[in-house]
């Protein structure tokens, strides 16, 4: 079991960034891979992010350039650092674990983007 715990959405002008953290209940030595996915209203969810515990990134083309996912291991969180954001980021964001063969999910965490 993996509890995963994810904060700082909010508000933001166009243009403007947000940092996105999840906090894992245990040590990323035993999870393959972290990542961010969102959902939009009458939307499916998407994948925005991820990276392995080899530490291999991989982005979604809509945020390629915009958007950097990092951990601390000493801490168990995952980071996403969201730059320039537009409008269309606006979403639940929910931060994703797997541990072969289970995937386990946080809460989300709101991301408005608008003037």
């Known amino acids: 079991q993996v509890q995963l715990v994810e904060s700082g959405g909010g508000l933001v002008q166009p243009g403007g960034s947000l940092k996105l953290s999840c906090s894992a209940s245990r040590s990323f030595s035993s999870i393959n891979r972290m990542g961010w996915y969102r959902q939009a209203p009458g939307k499916g969810r998407e994948f925005v992010a991820a990276?392995?515990?080899?530490?291999?990134?991989n982005y979604a083309d809509s945020v390629k350039g915009r958007f950097t996912i990092s951990r601390d291991n000493a801490k168990y969180t995952v980071s996403l650092q969201m730059d320039s954001l537009k409008p269309e980021d606006t979403a639940v964001y929910y931060c994703?674990?797997?541990?072969?063969?289970?995937?386990?999910w946080g809460q989300g965490t709101q991301v408005t983007v608008s003037s």
């Open positions: 994703n674990a797997l541990v072969v063969p289970s995937i386990y």
């Open positions: 990276i392995t515990s080899g530490g291999i990134t």
